[in-house]
C-alpha cells in the first residue's frame, strides 16, 4: 500500500530536480500527478517516466506566475481525475542580484514567478479544496529565513512563501485544509545552470568551496532527499501538521561555528 493511494495530486516544477523527483516519488507512493511546468518537455518526460514504471501521470504546461495558466491547471487536473488533494507549489527560477542595480524587471520577475506563482497556485487549488480538505506544500529556502547576499530578491520572495503557507494554514484550517513549506538548502538541480556557465571558473571553485562549508553534512543535497520530505508533510502522516516550516539544509542553518574545538 502506498502513502498516497488514489490521491490526485499537482506539482509544479515537475519537469526538472525537486518537483521531477517529488513527481516520480508520489507515483511510485500511489498518487495520480498532474507533473505541470513551463518548460512543456521536461514535464512530459516525467510524466512519460511514471507511466513506464506503471503509474498514472499527465504532463500539463503551466506558467504559474499567469493567473489563466493557473486555474487551468486545476481545472484539468479535476477532469481527469475527478478530484484534487494535494498541491505542491515547487516551480520557481534562482538569478544572483544586488538591489543597487537590480531592474524592475528583474525584481518583478522574480516575485511573480516564486511568490505570486505560489499564490495562484494556491488560490485555484483552494476553490476545489474547500470542498473536501486538501494538502498544500510550497518549496521556500534557508534564503527566506535568513540573509543572502546576492539573493535579495530571492530571499524576500521565499520570506513570502514561507509566510503565505503559515497564513493559508490558519484560514482553511476549519475546511480539513493543510498547508507546510519545506526550505531546503543547497540541491544539486539545475536551478542555477544558466548563470554557473557565465561565472569565471576560479570564481566557481570559490563559490564550489563555500557550498560545500555551508552545510554540517558537507554536500549539496539530492533532489529525491527533499521529495521525501515533501512525501512526509503531503501524506497522513503528517495529519497534525500545518503552518509549518521544514528545513532540509543538511545543518547549514543549525548556528554559527565558534572556535573552542575543532
Ligand atoms: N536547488 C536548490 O539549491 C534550491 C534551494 C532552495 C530552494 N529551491 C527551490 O526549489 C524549487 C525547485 O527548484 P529546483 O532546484 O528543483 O530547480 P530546477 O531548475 O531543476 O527546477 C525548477 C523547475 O521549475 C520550472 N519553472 C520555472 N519557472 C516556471 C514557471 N513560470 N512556471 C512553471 N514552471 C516553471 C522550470 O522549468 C524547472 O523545470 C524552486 O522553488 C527553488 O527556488 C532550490
Redesign the pocket.
Known sequence: MGKLDGKAAII??A?????RATAILFAQEGARVAA????ED?AKSAAAEIAKAGGQAFAFK????KARDAQAMVAETVKRFGTLDIIYN?????FPAQVHSMTEEEWDRMLA??LK?VFLGCKYALAEMMKHGGVILA?G?IAGLEGHNGEPHYGAAKAGVINLMKSIAMDYAHYNVRANCIC????Q???AKGIIDRIPPEQLAKMGQLALTHSLIKRQAQ?EEIAKAALFLCSDDASFITGHTLVVDGGWTAGHRMAFFE
Open positions: 509544479t516544477g519537469g526538472s530536480g525537486i518537483g505541470v511546468d513551463v518548460d521536461g503551466t506558467d504559474v506566475s515547487n516551480a520557481g527560477i534562482f514567478i516564486n506563482g518549496t529556502s531546503p538548502g543547497g540541491v538541480t539545475n536551478i533532489p
